[in-house]
């Protein structure tokens, strides 16, 4: 089991940053790799950012590709997402997942993360 406890979300203004947090317990987070994800009120869950085991892959979504930078710290168990140039249509909760596969086909599947956190609620306002 990992258990995983994202924060750093909150109410900024368009074209500012918020760099979220998630930070795992429980087995070797090393071993997973870890993707973020959204949820907007009455839309699906969708793919934002996922990051290998040791940090050398990433992939991103084409709506955040050059604004928004996913890194991982294996010895503080913590993935980030550090998130400039925000838009409104950036608000949603973002989840971070973990997962025990990678690659490009599956880090941007939702179904295929084994384990997920409880969410942070990004706004941004215009």
């Known amino acids: 089991q990992v258990h995983l406890v994202e924060s750093g979300g909150g109410l900024v203004q368009a074209g500012g940053s918020l760099r979220l947090s998630c930070a795992a317990s429980g087995r070797t987070f090393s071993n997973y790799a870890m993707g973020w994800f959204r949820q907007a009120p009455g839309k699906e869950r969708d793919f934002v950012a996922a990051?290998?085991?040791?940090?050398?892959?990433?992939y991103y979504a084409d709506s955040v590709k050059g604004r928004f930078t996913i890194s991982r710290d294996n010895a503080k168990n913590t993935v980030y997402l550090q998130m400039n140039s925000l838009k409104p249509e950036d608000t949603a909760v973002y989840y971070c997942a973990a997962t025990g596969t990678y690659s490009r086909e599956t880090a941007v599947k939702a179904g295929s993360y084994d384990y997920w956190g409880q969410g942070t609620q990004v706004t941004v306002s215009s």
């Open positions: 990051i290998s085991w040791g940090g050398g892959s990433k």
